[in-house]
């Protein structure tokens, strides 16, 4: 078999009992979810595995609690191996981003923890500062809907950007509250299959989110960020994050610009790539590689113990 891709998603996959069964099981996990508490002074593991959900996916608990989840699903499956996964490369979506930099040693974990509190707490800001939303749309062409954002900013007079490409067919789009309203009505009349208004009260990845980069880059300027073991494709050019100054540059320009996810994935998958697993609560990025390239249909997610030890199997053919 050749060494997996290591994926890691982002806001919107959570739910309330994530990791609790594979900190259940296995002491190194138990051991992430520990040492979070120890590092945020409060017990996220108990907000992760109990909820309420409505404290869970608050922007400044849920992008810590992902990549905690995250984290504490990858060292099960290396508790199982008896050693770290020999991974090829690792991709995150959005804040899973922050996930895989952990995961190939570029942010140790209490850095990346503390890094993705303070991108939460200071995108709740900007979404108070600069009120928006993000809206999916299905079954249009992309060229299609950057012109729809295009015109919606010219009639509204405010922004409203692409803010994820996720697969063919689903692109998500980010902005200030009257031009994403207008854009969503211009993609109905363009005869999308579906404009669908996501429960969301910021508008991440666009010019909204100006509002607190500067401190934001502050943050970043303070980790320590070190080469990655292995290639972190970035969610702005799709390209090999190889150094700390280009990691910092991504982490901050990430706030403002789009997740080309598809472009990532179509990389990794150019280069001969033939293993992806998902690390992770839910199934969300497996659901996007099937709409990338049939041919991963099957793609294998850790969400639960079982799948710590399906995927150990699987590492050891």
Same mark, same amino acid.
């Given at each position: ?6 994926? #890691? ?11 609790? %069964? ?5 002491? *190194?996990? *138990?051991?992430?979810?520990?040492? =979070? ?14 909820? @309420? ?8 608990? /849920?992008? @810590?609690?992902?990549?905690? *989840?995250? /984290?504490? =699903? ?9 050693? @770290?996964?020999? =991974? *090829? ?19 140790? #974990? ?14 709740k800001l900007a979404g108070e500062i600069a009120p928006g939303g993000m809206? =999916?749309?299905?079954?249009? %062409?992309?060229? $299609? ?18 803010? +994820? !490409? +996720? ?10 509250? $009257? ?17 669908? &208004? ?16 500067? !401190? ?7 980790? !320590?960020? &070190? ?7 970035? +969610?702005?050019?799709?390209r090999p994050l190889t150094d700390a100054d280009a990691i910092r540059q ?6 403002? +610009? @789009? ?7 179509? &990389? ?5 790539h033939e293993t992806f697993i998902e690390f992770g609560p839910g199934k ?18 850790? /969400?639960?113990?079982?799948? /710590? ?9």
């Amino acid at each position: 078999m050749t060494n997996p891709v290591l994926l #890691f998603p982002g806001q919107g996959s959570q739910e309330v009992g994530m990791g609790a %069964d594979i900190a259940a099981h296995s002491p *190194a996990a *138990a051991s992430i979810f520990r040492q =979070a508490d120890d590092i945020l002074g409060f017990s996220l593991s108990r907000l992760c595995f109990e909820g @309420p959900e409505d404290t869970l996916t608050d922007t400044i608990n /849920v992008q @810590p609690a992902l990549l905690v *989840a995250g /984290v504490a =699903a990858l060292r099960a499956v290396e508790e199982q191996l008896g050693a @770290p996964i020999a =991974a *090829a490369a690792a991709a995150g979506h959005s804040l899973g981003e922050y996930t895989a930099l952990v995961a190939a040693g570029a942010l140790s #974990f209490e850095d990346g923890l503390r890094l993705v509190r303070e991108r939460g707490r200071l995108m709740k800001l900007a979404g108070e500062i600069a009120p928006g939303g993000m809206a =999916a749309i299905i079954a249009l %062409d992309t060229d $299609k809907i950057a012109e729809i954002c295009q015109q919606a900013s010219a009639e509204s007079g405010g922004p409203v950007v692409i803010a +994820n !490409d +996720n697969c063919p067919g689903q692109v998500v789009i980010s902005g200030d509250e $009257k031009a994403l309203t207008r854009a969503m009505a211009l993609a109905a009349e363009a005869r999308a299959r579906k404009v669908v &208004r996501l429960a969301v009260s910021i508008a991440a990845h666009s010019p909204l989110m100006g509002a607190v980069q500067e !401190d934001f880059a502050a943050a970043v300027a303070q980790a !320590d960020i &070190r080469p990655p073991q292995f290639p972190v494709i970035a +969610n702005i050019s799709a390209r090999p994050l190889t150094d700390a100054d280009a990691i910092r540059q991504e982490l901050v320009g990430q706030l403002q +610009n @789009p997740v080309q996810w598809t472009k990532s994935m179509q &990389r990794l998958i150019g280069e001969g790539h033939e293993t992806f697993i998902e690390f992770g609560p839910g199934k969300v990025l497996a659901g996007l590689m099937k709409r990338i390239d049939r041919r991963f249909r099957r793609m294998p997610a850790v /969400v639960a113990w079982d799948d /710590v030890l399906a995927v150990t199997n699987l590492l050891r053919k």
